[in-house]
DNA sequence: CCGCATCCCTGAGGATACTG
DNA sequence: CAGTATCCTCAGGGATGCGG
């Protein structure tokens, strides 16, 4: 079975807009994604300290979500032959291309909390 | 129970960033959300204008999503005392606000699903 | 160390039917 | 017209255990 690469989400082809932004939305929206994204952004990693760094993925999930990013080219795994083996992790140039859009998210998520929270107080409403 | 405004997916307090980020990927995250809101950028639209437009969405999980964004403050709902009782639906301006970031991601999406096409077409791999 | 296989559970979302 | 209620399915994701 073929591994999905490019989301299907919409049916019928409305708004080649739309399918674009789901595309993206599909390769985001793991769970651990963007934190598996932010910490390579500093530099390689192996599986193991991945998997210490995002403290609460398991290894499947882990295993899963890379995968999932190798073939979408946003990063690069690479087999050491070490004594036992080990496999290393790295953002591609292409997967530091999504930066701009994780950190707008980011941003507009920011001022969107605190201004939920703003209203929450002003309102007494908890 | 209280809905849902803001995510929770974090648990420890890692990285504000990340809590920032999930916010918002909460909030885009919905399967029709993006369509409506779209759908909604024209101008304003009554429920049922909604569901034909929309198409392929049913009432619950339209009335659920609007509920949403209604919530966090994107869309505005006004009841109008018509012969039977109709609601007008209209993007707030806030809402607008997150029309760069749905722009920025289907623009990656397009340019990354072409990226996949080629490499595809490339490589001979179907 | 690096995963894959297996089982299980939860929640998003669809279909359908019903009210004011 | 504008929803709400109910039931059902299915894929995402967690826990655990095994093999190279």
Redesign the interface.
Known sequence: MRKK??GE????D????????????D???G?WI??II?CLAPGKKQFMELQRVV??IGSKMLSKELQELEL??LIKRSVQDTKPITVEYELTA?GR??K???D???????Q??E??IK?MTEKNDF
């Open positions: 690469i490019i989400k919409i049916p019928t409305c708004k080649q807009h739309l399918k674009a932004f789901n595309d993206t939305l390769i985001l929206n769970k963007v934190m932010g403290e609460g979408n080219g292409y291309t999504l701009p859009i994780i707008e998210m980011a941003s507009w998520g920011k969107h909390r201004r939920v209203e």
